[in-house]
C-alpha cells in the first residue's frame, strides 16, 4: 500500500553495539516483569472491547446517541499533572462559544461492544499506560485524536512551535520516568519536532512522538506534506514506524510504550494517517505496559567487591538510564560507606547530593582539570550507568578506548551499551535502581584511599570559588546568591550555550530531577523544559537559565507559559553574542570574526508584551530584589542580565584567546 511503512530499529551491526559482546563471557542477568504505572483507576474498568473512564465515556460514533443527554450538566475531566480540581485555567473557548453538549457515555460494566475512532483508541491506551500531559501544535492531520483528547482527562498543552512541544514532552520524561508524548503534524511539524527527539535519544528519555500522515490511499505519491518517517527518524529513534490499522493502536501504543522504557530509554516516532485516526474500529484494549528489569548477579557483586579491595585510586560515575532518587541515595550510601569519591556525568549533577563529602564533581564541559586528572589516574573506574561518551572524557583522552589503563566496571540495563566504545573488565547487565540496591547492601571494605577521596572532595569545593567578574554584573555572585536561596527541591532548566558554564560549576543540587538540561547540547531548550518543569510541579520554584542567543531560538515558549500562568522565572545571559562558538572563533581563526555578533531586542519589553513580569538587572547588587519581585509577581518572569563580553566563561577572558593567538 503505497510506502507504508515498518519499523524500524536501529541495526545491531551499523552504528548500535553488535548482539552480542566481543568478551567471552556475558552476563546473562535474571529478568523480572514490574508494574510501569497503572493507576489504580484503570484497572479493571472495562466495557466489552473498550475503556471505560471512571464517570466519563470517550465519545462514541457508532453509539445510539441519546437527545436528552445533551442537557445534562458535562463532568468534569480528572486531574492531570500539576492540575486541581479547581484549575483556574479552564478549558480555552473561542468568543461567545457555549460549552459543548455532553455526549452518550457507555455506563461501567454494561457490557457493550464499543466502536470507537483510531483516535479514541490511541487516546484510551494513552490513559492505561498512566500518560497525564500531552504536548502538541495542533494540525488537521490529526483532528480525530485531538477530538478524542476533548473527552479525556489527559491534559492538552499547546505549544508555539513544535520545537518546544518536543522539548517539553522530553523534559517530562526527564522528571517522571515516564514518556512524554508530543504530537505534531505531518511534514514540517515533524521535522520542527526532531530537535526534541534528538534530545531524547542522546539523553537516554522516554518519549513518544506521535506524528499526524497523509492518507493511506495517498501515499507513495509525494502527496502534500508526506515524508517517510521510518527514514526521516529512524537515526534519530529508538524505532519509528506507520500504524496501518485502527484495530492495531493498542498493540503498536504498547510496542512504542515497551520500546521507550526498557533497555536505555529512547524516543519512540509513530506516524498515523489522519484515515486510521478517523475510521472506527471494535478493537480491544491492550494492557498496561509492563517493563523487563534486569537485577545484578550476586557473582558480579562479589567481583566487584575484590575489584574494590585491590583498587588504590577508584572512581565512581553516575550517568542516565533510569535513574531515580532512591538509585542515588543507594549509590551514595555504598559511596559513602566505602569513603569513595563520586563524580557525575555532563549534566547528571542532581543524581547525588552534592553536599556529600564524597562528591567531587561533574565530568561536563569546562570541567574542573583536577577533576579530569583524576578520572585519567583512576585505576578502577566504576560507571553506574552513561555511556562514558565524549564529553565525560573530553573525547576519550581521558580514558582511552577500547581497553583504558583503568579497571572498568560498567553497570547499564542496556546490554548494547556495554562494549559499544570501551571493553569493560566487568560488564554487568542491570536496572540501575536494581543495581544500586545491591551496592548500597555489600559489606563495606577497608578504604586504602582516604586522602585520595578527601583530596577530591577538596578539589571541587575549591572550584566553587569563583574569581571576580568584569562588568557591572557578576554571574559568579549571582550563583552563589542563587546556592543558598534556592530551596532544596527548586527545579533549574537551562539550554545551551557559555552563560552554562556558571549555571553548572557554581549550582549545588541535592535531589534528584532538580537539574533539567539537554546532554545533547541542544539550544532552545530551557524556556519549554520550564514549562514541563512548572506543570508537573506547580508548587515548586523553577528556574530556566539561558542566553541571549538561546532565548531568541525559543521565546515564544515563554507565551506558552504566560498561556497557562506558570511562573517560572527566566535569567537571560545578555553578552550580544554566540559566545561560544565566538569563543572557538578565537581560539582557532584569531581576528576572523563572522556570524556571531548579534543584535537583540530589548528582551524585558518583549516578556512584558506576552503578558510576563521583567526586568533589567544593571548591577550584581540589584538581583536579589529583582529576583524576589519575579517570585511575587506570581507570573512567567524574565529577569536580563547584561554582562561584560569580556569574560567569556568562567576561566576565560576574550582578550586573553586574542593574545594567544598573536
Known amino acids: 500500500m503505497g510506502s507504508a511503512l515498518r519499523p524500524r530499529r536501529l541495526p545491531t551491526g551499523g552504528c548500535r553495539a553488535p548482539p552480542r559482546p566481543s568478551w567471552p563471557r556475558h552476563p546473562t542477568a535474571a529478568l523480572r516483569r514490574v508494574d510501569h504505572r497503572v493507576p489504580a483507576g484503570h484497572r479493571d474498568v472495562r466495557s466489552g472491547g473498550g475503556l471505560v473512564r471512571g464517570g466519563e465515556r470517550s465519545r462514541a460514533r457508532n453509539c445510539l446517541d441519546d437527545p436528552e443527554d445533551r442537557l445534562r450538566p458535562r463532568p468534569t475531566a480528572a486531574c492531570g499533572v500539576g492540575r486541581k480540581a479547581d484549575d483556574p485555567l479552564p478549558r480555552p473557548r473561542g468568543r461567545g462559544e457555549a460549552e459543548a453538549p455532553a455526549r452518550h457515555r457507555i455506563p461501567r460494566g454494561s457490557g457493550r461492544i464499543v466502536s470507537r475512532t483510531g483516535g479514541q483508541i490511541l487516546v484510551d491506551q494513552l490513559e492505561l499506560n498512566g500518560a497525564e500531559l500531552a504536548f502538541s501544535l495542533p494540525g488537521e492531520s490529526f483532528l480525530p485524536l485531538l477530538d478524542a483528547l476533548y473527552d479525556s482527562p489527559i491534559r492538552l498543552i499547546t505549544s508555539r512551535h513544535e520545537q518546544g512541544a518536543a522539548n ?13 508524548i508530543c504530537i505534531v503534524t505531518r511534514g514540517p511539524g515533524a521535522t520542527q519536532a526532531a530537535v526534541g527527539v534528538h534530545t531524547a535519544m542522546q539523553d537516554s528519555t522516554p518519549m513518544l512522538l506521535l506524528v499526524g500522515h497523509v492518507p493511506r490511499r495517498v501515499q507513495g505519491r509525494e502527496a502534500w506534506q508526506e515524508l517517510d518517517y521510518g527514514r526521516v527518524f529512524g537515526g534519530l529513534a529508538k524505532a519509528a514506524w506507520q500504524v ?48 523487563p528489569r534486569a537485577a545484578p548477579r550476586a557473582e558480579d557483586l562479589a567481583r566487584l567487591r575484590d575489584l574494590l579491595m585491590s583498587a588504590e585510586r577508584p572512581l565512581v560515575v553516575v550517568g542516565e538510564g533510569g535513574w531515580t532518587q532512591g538509585t ?60 562514558l561518551g565524549d564529553v565525560p572524557t573530553r573525547r576519550y583522552t581521558l580514558l582511552e578506548p577500547p581497553n583504558p589503563s583503568a579497571t572498568l566496571v560498567h553497570v547499564h540495563p542496556d546490554p548494547r551499551e556495554l562494549g559499544f566504545v570501551f571493553e569493560p573488565d566487568l560488564p554487568t547487565v542491570s536496572s540501575l535502581p536494581d543495581f544500586a540496591a545491591a551496592l548500597a547492601a555489600l559489606a563495606p571494605v577497608e578504604p586504602r584511599w582516604r586522602e585520595w577521596t578527601s583530596a577530591a572532595r577538596a578539589d571541587y569545593e575549591d572550584n566553587l570559588r569563583h574569581e571576580p567578574m568584569e562588568g557591572p554584573v557578576d554571574l559568579g555572585e549571582i550563583m552563589a546568591f542563587l546556592r543558598g536561596r534556592l530551596p532544596e527541591d527548586a527545579i533549574q532548566t537551562c539550554g545551551a550555550g557559555n552563560f552554562t558554564v556558571w549555571a ?80 572557538h572563533q578565537e581560539r582557532l581563526f584569531p581576528g576572523r570574526v563572522i556570524g556571531t555578533d548579534l543584535v537583540n531586542p530589548d528582551f524585558p519589553a518583549l516578556a512584558r508584551a506576552y503578558g510576563g513580569h521583567a526586568e533589567r538587572v544593571e548591577r550584581t547588587e540589584e538581583f536579589e530584589g529583582a529576583f524576589e519581585r519575579a517570585l511575587a509577581s506570581g507570573k ?27
Open 244 to 291: 496501518d490499522s485502527a484495530d492495531r493502536i493498542p498493540e503498536h501504543i504498547s510496542r512504542a510504550y515497551a520500546l521507550a522504557l526498557s533497555g536505555r530509554p529512547g524516543p519512540v516516532v509513530l506516524a498515523l494517517p489522519e484515515d486510521v485516526l478517523a475510521e472506527t474500529s471494535d478493537a480491544a484494549d491492550g494492557a498496561p505496559v509492563q517493563v
Open 168 to 180: 517539553a514532552a522530553e523534559a517530562y520524561g526527564k522528571l517522571t520516568g515516564t514518556p512524554g
Open 636 to 662: 512567567p518572569s524574565l529577569l536580563e542580565l547584561p554582562v561584560d563580553p569580556e569574560r567569556i566563561s568562567p576561566r576565560i577572558r576574550l582578550s586573553e584567546l586574542q593574545a594567544r593567538a598573536q
Open 504 to 583: 553548572h560549576r557554581f549550582a549545588e543540587f541535592t535531589r534528584f530531577g532538580t537539574q533539567i538540561c539537554p546532554r545533547s547540547g541542544s539550544m532552545g531548550y530551557g524556556i519549554a523544559a520550564g514549562v514541563a518543569a512548572k506543570l508537573v510541579h506547580p508548587d515548586r520554584i523553577v528556574v530556566c537559565f539561558t542566553g541571549d542567543g538561546d532565548f531568541s531560538m525559543s521565546s515564544p515558549e515563554f507565551a506558552t507559559a504566560v498561556h497557562y500562568g506558570l511562573a517560572i522565572v527566566v535569567l537571560l545571559v545578555n553578552n550580544g553574542m554566540l559566545a561560544t562558538i565566538r569563543m
Open 328 to 387: 542515588g541515595d543507594d549509590v551514595l550510601r555504598f559511596c559513602e560507606a566505602n569513603e569513595l569519591p563520586v563524580a557525575c556525568a555532563f549534566r547528571c549533577q542532581d543524581f547525588v547530593d552534592n553536599r556529600s563529602q564524597s562528591y567531587a564533581g561533574v565530568l561536563g564541559v569546562a570541567m574542573d582539570d583536577r577533576l579530569a586528572a583524576r578520572l585519567a589516574e583512576a585505576d578502577l573506574v566504576l560507571a553506574v550507568g552513561g555511556r
